[in-house]
Structure formats: C-alpha cells, structure tokens
C-alpha cells in the first residue's frame, strides 16, 4: 500500500527514562498528513501537556506541503492527541502526582496509513545517568569492533 513513516526523537531516550509507552492519534488539519508522509515533521522539541481533559502536543514541527494552496497550516501548532479516557485519566494523575513528563517518541503511519504519535512517560534523568549511558554506548561499540575483528 503505502510505505511507512517512521520519525523519531532520539534525544528523547538520552535525556529522559521512559516508563510506560502508549499510541495516540493525532488531530491534523489540512494537508498535514502529505507532509508527515514524505517525511517532513520533526519532534525533537516538542512534548506533551494537559489543557483541563485534554492532552495536547506542544511545539511539533509539521513543514507545509509544497503542493497545497488555500489548506495550508501553521507549521508549529498544538494538535490534539486521541487516547482513551482511561489512560489519559491514568497519565494526568501520573503527571501531577508524581512529576512525569509527557515526551513524544515516534511519529509514524500504520497499516491504514493514518498518522500516529507514540508517547512515553517518561522521568528526566540526570547528568551522571547521561555520562553512564554514554560510557555503556561506548564500550559497546568498541566489543562490536572486536567481536567484528574476530569474526
């Protein structure tokens, strides 16, 4: 059918620990879904926050289409996310109880083809766990190096 989109935010997994993952639509408007499917969207700044009930993703870059004429969108807006009354009950008692933070992980398309943003909840972590999974990356690439060596 189509081919799938797939953006991610890899500074998410570096400064924060992600505790629970969950899948959430998002509300786009105009020709924003061409866009995310030629790959033009980036969530490396963005997070998530919660207007009364509603949980909102902030500071989610969306470039124009190129093609569109009068449905054009502004590139940095706050666009809905759709989840359950459950888990977004669950998430907002998370984040005001214990200080979690909401981060966007993924930006993909399903089998469908329809545009949605895996979120984590997530813990922020601080600078000496930064270094320690530094270290860890590091010295797994030098045992990928000599295990290659070896092979």
Do not use: W
């Amino acid at each position: 059918m189509q081919k799938t989109v797939n953006i991610l935010n890899k500074r998410a997994r570096f400064d924060y620990e992600i505790l629970e993952r969950y899948d959430a639509g998002i509300v786009l408007a105009g020709s924003e879904i061409k866009s995310i499917r030629l790959g033009k969207a980036s969530i490396a700044e963005s997070f998530c926050e919660f207007q009364g009930h509603e949980l909102f993703a902030i500071n989610t870059n969306i470039e124009e289409y190129a093609f569109s004429r009068s449905f054009s969108h502004k590139p940095k807006s706050e666009r809905k996310l759709l989840l359950n009354k459950k888990e977004l009950k669950s998430l907002h008692k998370s984040v005001q109880n214990q200080g979690l933070t909401i981060i966007p992980l993924r930006m993909f398309t399903n089998e469908k083809g329809i545009a949605k943003l895996e979120i984590g909840l997530c813990r922020g972590k601080k600078n000496y766990d930064k270094r320690e999974t530094m270290k860890e990356r590091d010295t797994k690439r030098d045992l990928d190096r000599i295990k290659k060596i070896y092979k």
